[in-house]
T-cell receptor
Framework: IAGITQAPTSQILAAGRRMTLRCTQDMRHNAMYWYRQDLGLGLRLIHYSNTAGTTGKGEVPDGYSVSRANTDDFPLTLASAVPSQTSVYFC??????????????FGPGTRLTVL | GQNIDQPTEMTATEGAIVQINCTYQTSGFNGLFWYQQHAGEAPTFLSYNVLDGLEEKGRFSSFLSRSKGYSYLLLKELQMKDSASYLCAVMGSNYQLIWGAGTKLIIKP
């Protein structure tokens, strides 16, 4: 593994189903983030984690949950998917949380369609 | 409220120079980032500015004026591979990034 990986690459999901998007990084970064990207809109933060064992809500957290059991993994769960959650989801990580020059590095993304 | 504005789309010619502007209104400021995103791919880091002035990195330069809430990304000697979206993001007082919608840059031969 080099950098950040996400799985699956894409998924079509029936509304009401539960889905977990996986994210793993091997850079030993403390902070991790989940964003969604929709056409015409900027990246929007869903949830974040400043360090293993802690999580926080971003701009659009409703309908999503996360966990951070260890440094490397940061899964995002949709408990009951709805069509408005159709989007491209990006996981990102940064070395430290709250640092002014802290650069975020992105995974390749998961394209999710909810029907 | 917090707002990041950038043009939706720009067109430029191969070999030329293009300037992509970004204006922002945020609660607090801890730096401004520029990212490049090719279609269907992840954003990749280009530059970071926290002090006023110009930061040069090869063909790409980024400028910041904190008093005007303004930044630009300057791309010189444009190549076809520079066709991409360019995302402006500001780190606010809570150290979270606020993202603009991105500028799609089309390079013509």
């Amino acid at each position: 593994i080099a950098g950040i990986t996400q799985a699956p690459t894409s998924q079509i999901l029936a509304a009401g189903r539960r889905m977990t998007l996986r994210c793993t990084q091997d850079m030993r970064h403390n902070a991790m983030y989940w964003y969604r990207q929709d056409l015409g809109l900027g990246l929007r933060l869903i949830h974040y984690s400043n360090t293993a064992g802690t999580t926080g809500k971003g701009e659009v957290p409703d309908g999503y949950s996360v966990s951070r059991a260890n440094t490397d993994d940061f899964p995002l769960t949709l408990a009951s998917a709805v069509p408005s959650q159709t989007s491209v989801y990006f996981c990102a990580s940064s070395a430290i949380a709250g640092g002014p020059s802290d650069t975020q590095y992105f995974g390749p993304g998961t394209r999710l369609t909810v029907l | 409220g917090q707002n990041i504005d950038q043009p939706t789309e720009m067109t430029a010619t191969e070999g030329a120079i293009v300037q992509i502007n970004c204006t922002y209104q945020t609660s607090g400021f801890n730096g401004l980032f520029w990212y490049q995103q090719h279609a269907g791919e992840a954003p990749t880091f280009l530059s970071y500015n926290v002090l006023d002035g110009l930061e040069e990195k090869g063909r790409f330069s980024s400028f910041l004026s904190r008093s005007k809430g303004y930044s630009y990304l300057l791309l010189k000697e444009l190549q076809m591979k520079d066709s991409a979206s360019y995302l402006c993001a500001v780190m606010g007082s809570n150290y979270q990034l606020i993202w603009g919608a991105g500028t799609k840059l089309i390079i013509k031969p």
